[in-house]
Structures are given as C-alpha cells and as structure tokens.
C-alpha cells in the first residue's frame, strides 16, 4: 500500500492550493476505508484537518471549516483537499491517511504547504 501526496508549494496569505493524495494497493478496501489529511506544523504535534468517514460523512477542524474540502473519488482510489483564504497558521507538511475496516493505518510521506508574503 503507497499514499502519496502532491500539490503543496508557496502560497500567498489568502491564496488556494489542492492537494491530492494517490493511493496504490488500496483497489479492495479503499471504497470503504475512512480517509483523512492531517497536518504537522513545525514544533507542533499532528493534526487532524479533515476526513471522510465511511460512507460518506465529512468533518472538518474548527479552524479550517467554510475554507477546506475534502473529497474522495472511489474509482479513482485518491482524495483531495482544496484549500481556501490560506493563512499563515496553514503553513506545515500535510499527510495523507487512510484507516480500513480493521483498522490498519497507512500514511503517506507528506507534503509541504507554506504561506507566505
């Protein structure tokens, strides 16, 4: 099993970014896997930003609701996370998760988002 992100970079404060997420080895289980993005800021401890939990609910942080979005695209085996109005406290390497049905955990390497003037 391979997650692996892409779409992070340098943004301006109140700029967008989407990240996306491809997964391999998942064709059997990802349809019904609950899938994530989490973030760890420099000095900080990782942290949850958004999920979709089997089947089909979505929850977000407080600090990011009304400006991120998850999606999942089953048939495809990816998610995305579409970033809005970036702030500065949104600066830190974002992380693909995915949880199956028994509760195996996969991670993927991660990838950086920076907001800066």
């Known amino acids: 099993v391979q997650l692996v992100e892409s779409g992070g970079g340098l943004v301006q404060p109140g700029g967008s970014l989407t990240l996306s997420c491809e997964t391999s080895?998942?064709?059997?289980?990802?349809?019904?896997?609950?899938v994530a993005w989490y973030r760890q800021a420099p000095g900080k401890q990782r942290e949850l930003v958004a999920r979709i939990l089997y089947p089909g609910t979505a929850q977000y942080a407080d600090s990011v609701t009304g400006r991120f979005t998850i999606t999942r695209v089953n048939a495809q085996r990816s998610l995305s996370l579409q970033m809005n109005n970036l702030q500065a406290e949104d600066t830190a390497v974002y992380y693909c998760?995915?949880?199956?049905?028994?509760?195996?955990?996969?991670w993927g390497w991660g990838t950086q988002v920076t907001v800066s003037s």
């Open positions: 080895g998942t064709s059997i289980f990802f349809s019904v896997s609950d």
């Open positions: 998760n995915l949880e199956t049905p028994n509760k195996s955990i996969y």
